[in-house]
């Protein structure tokens, strides 16, 4: 049979470098595939005008899997001015590639697991009862809907007159903003469909169904954002009614959810949302487990198309360091999500189980794990490198 050939794109800043040691994780794992480099990032807006190119959604269409390391964005202006200068006369505007690709392939599922490592020092703790110190087991998975909501870039600003004079036909709009110049707005949208909602909730019970999960919250602000966030509420009471009788439906509103984060995080299951509000409350769990170097990502269209990342940035002040320092797990461990994705489970399986492994035993922590400012020097100050990190690993493999 031929190998798989995966598409790596390693992107900005530390990107490269965690995506290089889990390549080397996944080779020693005795995981067989063919790997091409596809371009992707900042460098590419600069020299191209374009941090997207049309031959990485190329490789992509034709390779169908993806494993992406970390994207550097800025805001509009800055990445005006960072274009080449025979680039500046032709009205370009940044976006982000990985937004890009999201919507290109319509990569609308998005999961977001966090589970705790026994021994990791950087494990969430609280008071209990007697003032004993408690470490509450997470285990959550966020199912977090990609392709729509306020990530969805239907934006304005100072908005034509065609679309100004639309919102002005809503009466809050015209309350609150009509007495507002046109030229001192701007609007971003928040829209959800229901094919885009049913199947992110699809996903979401079919997960807590499949793992055996007790319950799914679902967090929005329905009681606020009534048309969008009240549509997925009444969708997935109906879906759970029907379909999901035996699975447990918790709402919760965003905000809320935030404060109660640090007060029961061991009795959720399953969370879905939109996008934006899926985004705040997977890094919120993520801090509970270690923070974004424990936080991995797949996205996935139900065409068969799959990216794997971590949720991480690019941190290009760390990426010129001469010895890279970066916690690679996040990685690693969205590489395993892939290999969950392909069908080879025992693969990601033995990798968890290393990975668990070195963790437990603690003689090998990156500056994060062993709470260290991120200096050039905490190597030599006893934090292992992003190297040494996956040896680490490697060796348990």
């Given at each position: ?46 020299k191209e005008g374009n ?35 025979e680039l500046k006369d ?106 885009r909602t049913y199947n ?198």
């Amino acid at each position: 049979m031929a190998k798989r050939t995966i598409v790596t794109m390693p992107g900005d800043g530390i990107g490269k470098a965690v995506l290089d040691e889990t390549l080397r994780v996944l080779e020693a794992s005795g995981f067989e595939a063919d790997y091409v480099e596809g371009d992707i990032g900042w460098e590419f807006w600069k020299k191209e005008g374009n941090p997207l190119p049309e031959r990485t959604i190329k490789l992509l269409e034709k390779h169908k899997i993806g494993l992406f390391g970390a994207i550097t964005s800025k805001p509009k202006d800055e990445a005006f001015d960072e274009l080449s200068d025979e680039l500046k006369d032709k009205s370009l505007v940044y976006s982000s590639p990985i937004v890009g690709l999201r919507q290109h392939f319509n990569l609308e599922i998005c999961a977001r697991p966090c589970k705790t490592y026994k021994g990791n020092p950087l494990n969430f703790i609280r008071r209990g009862k007697g003032d004993e110190v408690e470490e509450p087991l997470v285990d959550v998975v966020i199912f977090r809907q990609n392709t729509e909501g306020l990530y969805g870039g239907v934006e304005w600003s100072n908005p034509s007159e065609k679309v100004y004079d639309a919102f002005m036909t809503h009466p809050k709009f015209k309350l609150n903003f009509g007495k507002t110049p046109k030229e001192e707005v701007s609007i971003s949208t928040r829209i959800f469909t229901k094919e885009r909602t049913y199947n992110i909730l699809k996903e979401a019970f079919e997960h807590a169904k499949k793992y055996g999960y007790k319950s799914v919250t679902l967090c929005e602000k329905p009681n606020v954002i009534r048309e969008t966030s009240g549509m997925m509420y009444k969708m997935a009471l109906e879906m759970q009614k029907n379909d999901y009788p035996n699975i447990e439906l918790w709402n919760t509103n965003i905000d809320a959810q935030m404060m109660w984060l640090t007060k029961n995080p061991e009795d959720y299951g399953v969370i879905v949302a939109g996008n934006m509000f899926g985004d705040i409350v997977s890094d919120g769990f993520a801090g509970l487990i270690g923070g974004l170097g424990f936080a991995c990502s797949a996205q996935w269209s139900k065409e068969g198309i799959a990216v794997f990342e971590p949720t991480h940035g690019s941190a290009p002040k760390y990426a010129d360091y001469e010895t890279s320092i970066v916690n690679p797990i996040a990685m690693i461990e969205s590489a395993c999500m892939m290999l969950d994705f392909i069908d080879e489970k025992s693969i990601a399986k033995k990798i968890r189980i290393a990975i668990a492994a070195v963790i437990e035993e603690g003689k090998v922590r990156t500056y994060d794990m062993k709470k260290m400012r991120g200096k050039a020097d905490v190597v030599n100050n006893g934090a292992a490198s992003t190297k040494e990190m996956a040896d680490a690993i490697i060796a348990k493999l």
